[in-house]
């Protein structure tokens, strides 16, 4: 044992002598110390204190119960957990408090952004009279209000505006129904676990899924629970796409941070697999569940350590499925393999039938994509001949490029492929970036069916500072690129690790401007036709909400910006295992003068 991790044992072991002795219960500093501190001392890729410090105590809990370290504290008792929870959850936190009540109704009218995309294809492209912004509207944009949440680390969720009511999830697991004008409060629901995914009205229901793989339908005006059905019963199991109801069922990607529990030398890896449920939106009953691995589980022998090994795991469905209304089809993207058993699974792209869940077509982009977290540490469980985890974090989109329908999916590889959607032959394909493992096409891209935005990361966490963001527009008829825009290398100079120029979150485009975040903190609106930025906001910086209490921006990424009625939103924030720069704010813009406007109308809360 090394002498730095032997002298952090040894404190550990005098701590827990003290909590002993006290005889009180569990001392947190001491079962962090002991239990923690070796892998979390900065020595290793697991976050410091620091940075965990930035998650809320309930976020903490969560994570050692269900998520993705349930398996390294299996050894830990129910108030050994509680008291490491609010240990590392009480450092600098701000109290929650929620917005002031709403003193009006709602207006119903207007027009809607409703989930990840304003439509079934995931196009994330809003139309002139839905955006309310004309071009020369976007350089007098300036902050309207803002939302401090709860959770300090995270605040990368997509924004939903339907029916006068902006519908926002967060981390800590809090769904808010706010004006999307003023930043009030009409109802506040607590979901049992995080929240990433957007939420989706139809029906009178907000719906939304959980880091529990828990999917629920909330009334959309009261904000009281109508159903839950919990939709995946492996531990590990979570849903971060957003769902997508249409014509009375939900369609919920399901994915697994099994390949995180991997890490651990003695956990039996893996049994989950990526797969898509389709529930009745009247009462969250299954209609049909389809997995991404269609090859059965069966043992693979024993790992490093005389483990049991098990496989094919994997294909996680990490982003929302998009909807072909016209062919009644459904197109889903998968993530890599866990484990050595080969299967067709990995980073593939997946056509379903939206009535039944049977494939109709399923192209593997990149085949034998194993891997798992253990490759980055003892490698006890890592594949024997590992990928480079060059799965699929962002959605199909189809797209109608002059009268052909195409389907356009980015990789992390660096490469935008273009699918002949009826049977997933390959079209054309361009590379637009390096690649790796938190690189490339990270969250998703956006396109008017002329052209295609696309925002790379290509950023190494061992050098985030190193990356090299850009922004790119593609000519969907050819695959050729029509211009490319590095981002700003300077703006990490005053800023904390791992601030970045990685271009990875999602982009909005409206006629004329395309916007995308950075990881540096930047909010930035480009001029479609060469890519020149036209307006900027730096989110990394401190605010007060219209709840009260201060709070600060960090990187932004996970979540784009929502464009609608004459507004632009936007969450501030991705501290989520210290890949990304903390923060808990959610914006809201518009320009100038129609701040002006609605000031001049005397709305109050």
Same mark, same amino acid.
Request: hydrophobic share 40%; proline share 6%.
């Given at each position: 044992?090394?002498?730095?991790?032997?002298?952090?044992?040894?404190?550990?072991?005098?701590?827990?002598?003290?909590?002993?002795?006290?005889?009180?219960?569990?001392?947190?500093?001491?079962?962090?110390?002991?239990?923690?501190?070796?892998?979390?001392?900065?020595?290793?890729?697991?976050?410091?204190?620091?940075?965990?410090?930035?998650?809320?105590?309930?976020?903490?809990?969560?994570?050692?119960?269900?998520?993705?370290?349930?398996?390294?504290?299996?050894?830990?008792?129910?108030?050994?957990?509680?008291?490491?929870?609010?240990?590392?959850?009480?450092?600098?936190?701000?109290?929650?408090?929620?917005?002031?009540?709403?003193?009006?109704?709602?207006?119903?009218?207007?027009?809607?952004?409703?989930?990840?995309?304003?439509?079934?294809?995931?196009?994330?492209?809003?139309?002139?009279?839905?955006?309310?912004?004309?071009?020369?509207?976007?350089?007098?944009?300036?902050?309207?209000?803002?939302?401090?949440?709860?959770?300090?680390?995270?605040?990368?969720?997509?924004?939903?505006?339907?029916?006068?009511?902006?519908?926002?999830?967060?981390?800590?697991?809090?769904?808010?129904?706010?004006?999307?004008?003023?930043?009030?409060?009409?109802?506040?629901?607590?979901?049992?676990?995080?929240?990433?995914?957007?939420?989706?009205?139809?029906?009178?229901?907000?719906?939304?899924?959980?880091?529990?793989?828990?999917?629920?339908?909330?009334?959309?005006?009261?904000?009281?629970?109508?159903?839950?059905?919990?939709?995946?019963?492996?531990?590990?199991?979570?849903?971060?796409?957003?769902?997508?109801?249409?014509?009375?069922?939900?369609?919920?990607?399901?994915?697994?941070?099994?390949?995180?529990?991997?890490?651990?030398?003695?956990?039996?890896?893996?049994?989950?697999?990526?797969?898509?449920?389709?529930?009745?939106?009247?009462?969250?009953?299954?209609?049909?569940?389809?997995?991404?691995?269609?090859?059965?589980?069966?043992?693979?022998?024993?790992?490093?350590?005389?483990?049991?090994?098990?496989?094919?795991?994997?294909?996680?469905?990490?982003?929302?499925?998009?909807?072909?209304?016209?062919?009644?089809?459904?197109?889903?993207?998968?993530?890599?393999?866990?484990?050595?058993?080969?299967?067709?699974?990995?980073?593939?792209?997946? #056509?379903? /039938?939206? !009535?039944? $869940?049977? @494939? +109709? *077509?399923?192209?593997? &982009?990149?085949?034998?994509?194993?891997?798992?977290?253990?490759?980055?540490?003892?490698?006890?469980?890592?594949?024997?001949?590992?990928?480079?985890?060059?799965?699929?974090?962002?959605?199909?989109?189809?797209?109608?490029?002059?009268?052909?329908?195409?389907?356009?999916?980015?990789?992390?590889?660096?490469?935008?492929? #273009?699918? /002949?959607? !009826?049977? $997933?032959? @390959? +079209? *054309?394909?361009?590379? &637009?970036?390096?690649?790796n493992s938190l690189g490339g096409i990270e969250w998703g891209f956006a396109t008017d069916g002329k052209t295609g935005y696309v925002p790379v990361a290509d950023w190494d966490v061992a050098k985030p500072m190193n990356a090299d963001g850009?922004?790119?527009?593609?000519?969907?008829?050819?695959?050729?690129?029509?211009?490319?825009?590095?981002?700003?290398?300077?703006?990490? @100079?005053?800023?904390?690790?791992?601030?970045?120029?990685?271009?990875?979150?999602?982009?909005?485009?409206?006629?004329?401007?395309?916007?995308?975040?950075?990881?540096?903190?930047?909010?930035?609106?480009?001029?479609?036709?060469?890519?020149?930025?036209?307006?900027?906001?730096?989110?990394?910086?401190?605010?007060?909400?219209?709840?009260?209490?201060?709070?600060?921006?960090?990187?932004?990424?996970?979540?784009?910006?929502?464009?609608?009625?004459?507004?632009?939103?936007?969450?501030?924030?991705?501290?989520?295992?210290?890949?990304?720069?903390?923060?808990?704010?959610?914006?809201?813009?518009?320009?100038?003068?129609?701040?002006?406007?609605?000031?001049?109308?005397?709305?109050?809360?």
């Amino acid at each position: 044992m090394p002498g730095f991790h032997r002298s952090w044992w040894i404190a550990g072991v005098v701590l827990l002598w003290a909590a002993s002795a006290a005889a009180v219960g569990p001392d947190g500093t001491a079962v962090f110390a002991s239990r923690c501190l070796i892998c979390h001392s900065g020595s290793g890729h697991a976050s410091k204190l620091e940075a965990l410090s930035k998650l809320s105590s309930d976020r903490v809990y969560e994570i050692l119960t269900s998520g993705m370290m349930k398996t390294q504290a299996a050894g830990l008792n129910d108030a050994e957990r509680r008291s490491v929870s609010e240990y590392i959850g009480h450092h600098g936190k701000t109290p929650a408090a929620l917005p002031p009540l709403c003193s009006f109704s709602p207006h119903s009218g207007g027009a809607e952004w409703n989930g990840w995309s304003p439509d079934l294809q995931n196009t994330r492209f809003q139309s002139a009279a839905a955006a309310g912004l004309k071009p020369e509207d976007v350089p007098k944009l300036e902050l309207k209000w803002a939302l401090v949440m709860s959770d300090v680390a995270s605040a990368a969720n997509q924004v939903s505006v339907v029916g006068g009511r902006l519908y926002l999830a967060s981390w800590d697991g809090t769904i808010y129904a706010l004006d999307p004008q003023t930043g009030c409060r009409f109802w506040t629901f607590n979901a049992e676990s995080g929240v990433r995914a957007a939420i989706t009205i139809a029906d009178g229901m907000a719906f939304f899924g959980d880091f529990q793989a828990n999917v629920y339908a909330v009334d959309a005006t009261t904000g009281k629970l109508r159903w839950k059905t919990k939709v995946y019963d492996h531990p590990n199991a979570r849903i971060t796409g957003s769902p997508r109801p249409y014509q009375g069922l939900l369609y919920v990607p399901v994915a697994s941070l099994e390949e995180g529990a991997a890490s651990d030398p003695q956990y039996e890896c893996c049994r989950s697999r990526g797969n898509v449920v389709a529930l009745n939106t009247a009462d969250g009953k299954e209609i049909w569940r389809t997995f991404t691995v269609d090859e059965p589980i069966h043992q693979l022998g024993a790992n490093k350590k005389g483990v049991p090994r098990f496989g094919p795991a994997g294909a996680s469905v990490w982003s929302a499925v998009t909807v072909d209304a016209r062919h009644n089809r459904l197109f889903v993207a998968t993530g890599n393999s866990f484990t050595d058993a080969p299967t067709k699974a990995t980073d593939s792209i997946i #056509a379903m /039938d939206l !009535k039944t $869940g049977a @494939k +109709i *077509w399923q192209k593997s &982009l990149r085949p034998n994509d194993a891997w798992n977290a253990s490759c980055m540490g003892d490698k006890v469980n890592c594949p024997e001949d590992p990928g480079p985890d060059y799965d699929f974090g962002s959605n199909p989109v189809l797209a109608d490029v002059e009268g052909r329908e195409v389907l356009l999916a980015g990789q992390k590889s660096g490469v935008l492929y #273009a699918l /002949d959607p !009826k049977d $997933g032959e @390959k +079209i *054309w394909e361009l590379r &637009l970036g390096k690649g790796n493992s938190l690189g490339g096409i990270e969250w998703g891209f956006a396109t008017d069916g002329k052209t295609g935005y696309v925002p790379v990361a290509d950023w190494d966490v061992a050098k985030p500072m190193n990356a090299d963001g850009s922004l790119n527009a593609v000519d969907l008829r050819t695959g050729s690129l029509l211009w490319h825009v590095p981002n700003p290398t300077d703006t990490c @100079k005053e800023r904390p690790v791992p601030c970045s120029s990685a271009n990875a979150g999602p982009l909005a485009l409206i006629p004329g401007i395309v916007m995308s975040g950075s990881l540096d903190g930047y909010l930035r609106a480009h001029d479609t036709a060469t890519g020149k930025v036209v307006w900027q906001f730096d989110t990394y910086r401190e605010f007060t909400g219209v709840n009260g209490i201060p709070g600060h921006g960090g990187a932004v990424n996970a979540a784009g910006p929502t464009v609608v009625n004459g507004m632009v939103y936007q969450t501030s924030g991705y501290g989520a295992y210290g890949l990304g720069m903390p923060g808990n704010v959610f914006l809201a813009f518009a320009p100038a003068k129609a701040s002006a406007a609605s000031e001049a109308a005397g709305k109050s809360y």
